[in-house]
């Protein structure tokens, strides 16, 4: 059973780079169609998707935050990283990693079918 | 971009009730829409992919239906565990992944 565990600080202070990572275990980061994701959710509101890669290297990232996200992958080690820069108030969220599966059928439709179980970052000034 | 619309933003029903969540797409997704079960604490939980595909282990009841720019989840006969809030979100675009603003199914 595959599973997915963020791990990160929960307290971030303003201005500086917000760091994460997602360890997976019960399954391989280096599958065709599976891209890795990071999705955020500010407390007590909707679902905001922050970007998605494949091992590959092919990397998409959401427009409004794209000038300060990176997601990087470590194979070896079957875990993917999310560097958030700038953090401001607005980043207080709960952060959440996922797998994003893609169908064979259309190759950019897919699902996220897995999720960790979220952690909550919050921004001080 | 594409945007996700939900409605309505609030529900309350009773045990037993057959209820309809509903999201528009700003453009056509053909059949390009996922559903997820979200309650307090907890990560979202893939209900349905690709519309009308229910995901292994979901009860029955859980149903999804359209195409194009209309679509609905229904619930046909709710359970105690089944209030929860429900986002959409549209797997069309191969740049973007957007989801709708959700939907809170409250007990009445």
């Known amino acids: 059973q595959l599973q997915l565990q963020e791990s990160g600080p929960g307290l971030v202070k303003s201005s500086e780079t917000l760091s994460l990572t997602c360890f997976i275990s019960?399954?391989?980061?280096?599958?065709?169609?599976?891209?890795w994701a990071w999705i955020r959710q500010p407390p007590g509101k909707g679902l905001e998707w922050i970007g998605s890669?494949?091992?590959?290297?092919?990397?998409y990232y959401n427009p409004s935050l794209k000038s300060r996200v990176t997601i990087s992958v470590d194979t070896a080690k079957e875990q993917f990283s999310l560097k958030l820069t700038s953090m401001t108030a607005a980043d207080t969220a709960i952060y959440y990693c996922?797998?994003?599966?893609?169908?064979?059928?259309?190759?950019?439709?897919?699902?996220?079918?897995?999720w960790g179980q979220g952690t909550l970052v919050t921004v001080s000034s | 971009d594409i945007q996700m619309t939900q409605s309505p933003s609030s529900l309350s029903a009773s045990v037993g009730d057959r209820v309809t969540i509903t999201c528009r797409a700003s453009q056509s997704i053909s059949h390009y829409l996922n559903w997820y079960q979200q309650k307090p604490g907890k990560a979202p939980k893939l209900l349905i992919y690709?519309?009308?595909s229910l995901q292994t282990g979901v009860p029955s009841r859980f149903s999804g239906s359209g195409s194009g720019t209309d679509f609905t989840l229904t619930v046909s006969s709710l359970q105690p565990e089944d209030f929860a809030t429900y986002y959409c979100q549209e797997s069309y675009s191969p740049l973007s992944r957007t989801f709708g603003q959700g939907t809170k199914l409250e007990m009445k």
């Open positions: 996922a797998r994003e599966l893609h169908y064979n059928s259309a190759p950019t439709a897919h699902d996220f079918d897995y």
């Open positions: 690709a519309a009308t």
């Open positions: 890669f494949h091992y590959s290297g092919n990397t």
């Open positions: 019960g399954g391989s980061i280096r599958r065709s169609n599976y891209y």
